[in-house]
């Protein structure tokens, strides 16, 4: 079973900033949260991952909790191409993902 | 750089035929894995190697599936006889060996089982 929880779906304006939760509230010391996308029919996509501290890259920036049993991953400015699922994911050492059902944003002109 | 290649994009078939499934990893990349994707399970882990090797085959659904990674490059995914339950797209990955690094997907393989 996932180990997050994320809304099941979200609307965003266009070109406004798109800000999704995640709970992972059994998180434990050594795993890190993952960020992936998937646009209709494509394979998923990595955005972003981060251990404790705030993370930001060319596509999102991450903020995860000081206690680290949530997080929330922004994209600064949605575009339409940014509609797609968004699944939030805890992971430790090995690379082994386990995807729930993500939550599917809707980017909206 | 090539991403994960797999092949074919499509592929529909009748009950009971041999289907083989095609993925080449990113050069370099240590991990590799394959996913299966349909609606009313999303998406599921059900094999991964390490430097060719099979590390856990826990998600394999029943033994008409089997999974192979005779080199670093290449891997294939077989299902012997197929079933119409098998439809659904399968993804293959890849990633780095070391430290948390994040996978690499495929575009799929777009499974029919008729």
């Known amino acids: 079973d996932a180990k997050t929880t994320q809304p099941p779906s979200m609307d965003c304006a266009e070109g406004r900033a798109a800000n999704l939760p995640c709970n992972h509230s059994?998180?434990?010391?050594?795993?890190?949260v993952y960020w992936y996308r998937q646009i209709h029919s494509q394979g998923p996509q990595y955005i972003i991952h981060?251990?404790?501290n705030n993370e930001t890259n060319e596509m999102a920036s991450l903020i995860i909790t000081e206690d680290r049993k949530s997080s929330t991953l922004i994209l600064p400015h949605a575009t339409l191409r940014d509609t797609a699922v968004y699944y939030c994911?805890?992971?430790?050492?090995?690379?082994?993902?386990?995807f729930g059902q993500g939550t599917e944003l809707s980017v909206k002109p | 750089d090539a991403g994960v290649i797999q092949s074919p994009r499509h592929e529909v078939t009748e009950m009971g035929q041999e289907v083989t499934l095609r993925c080449k990893p990113i050069?370099?990349?240590?991990?590799l894995f394959w996913y299966r994707q349909t609606m009313m399970r999303g998406l599921e882990l059900l094999i991964y190697?390490?430097?060719?090797?099979?590390?856990?085959d826990s998600g394999m659904p029943e033994d008409r599936f089997s999974a192979k990674m005779p080199n670093a490059s290449f891997s294939t995914l077989k299902i012997q006889p197929s079933e119409p339950r098998d439809s659904a797209v399968y993804f293959c990955?890849?990633?780095?060996?070391?430290?948390?690094?994040?996978?690499?997907f495929g575009d799929g393989t777009r499974l029919s089982i008729l």
């Open positions: 990955a890849s990633s780095w060996a070391t430290g948390y690094q994040p996978q690499h």
């Open positions: 059994t998180i434990s010391g050594n795993e890190y």
């Open positions: 981060g251990l404790k």
């Open positions: 994911i805890v992971s430790s050492a090995g690379g082994k993902l386990i």
């Open positions: 050069s370099g990349h240590d991990y």
């Open positions: 190697f390490n430097n060719n090797v099979p590390i856990d």
